[in-house]
């Protein structure tokens, strides 16, 4: 009878049967923390992991670990959940981004509060289009959050409105835009999203 050799796998097909992304692909950095790069497998292009006490993280970096490479055509999203159904794109990586600060907006959440992130390899076009979607939202809650500046100013203008011969007009000091920038201030270091609550 012959003998048959096995021959040991190439290095091709091992990278085929090997996950596209694992432990050793994507950390996470919160300012002020250890670094974080401990996934969960949860797929063969998604791993997720959690972020405890999130209240007061305003932003996160994600990037690529040293010797982390992403499979050719396709880029990394960062999704961000705090019940697991609902998930609120964070950003994304790829081939020429290996890193990104991003903006969680988390600034609300109680201090004690846990988020799960979740890491998804999609094809570029599909990053493009979603970024492109998440630029027109953020856009979109810059301009509703300045039309709320705007009626806070307002609001606190209409602090000084009397009644006049010549019927109700805002009688002020020549200093009230300057008390008003300094107590916009003061507010906005203890809530960046003060604006967006009733009576502000």
Partial sequence: AGVVVARAPSAHARRMAAPPCNNSTFGLLVPG???????QQVGPAKLVTQLAGTGGVSDLVFFLLPGGA?????????HASFD???????????????????????????????????VSLEPLESIQNLEQSKAITTNN???????????DLFQYLMSF?????????????VNTLKLWM???????RRNPNF??????
């Fill in 70 to 78: 992403l499979p050719p055509g396709t880029g990394a999203t960062l």
């Fill in 141 to 151: 809650d810059r301009l509703n959050w300045a039309l709320h500046l705007a009626q």
């Fill in 33 to 39: 923390r250890p670094l974080q790069f401990e996934w």
């Fill in 182 to 188: 300094e107590r916009f201030k003061t507010r906005y």
């Fill in 195 to 200: 604006v967006f609550h009733s009576g502000a």
């Fill in 84 to 118: 697991a159904k609902e998930w609120t794109l964070l950003g994304a990586l790829t081939a020429d981004k290996p890193s990104a600060l991003l903006r969680t907006n988390w600034e609300e959440a109680p201090p004690a509060a846990a988020v799960q992130l979740g």
């Fill in 161 to 173: 409105s009397r009644a006049t011969p010549q019927g109700e007009m805002i009688v002020a000091p």
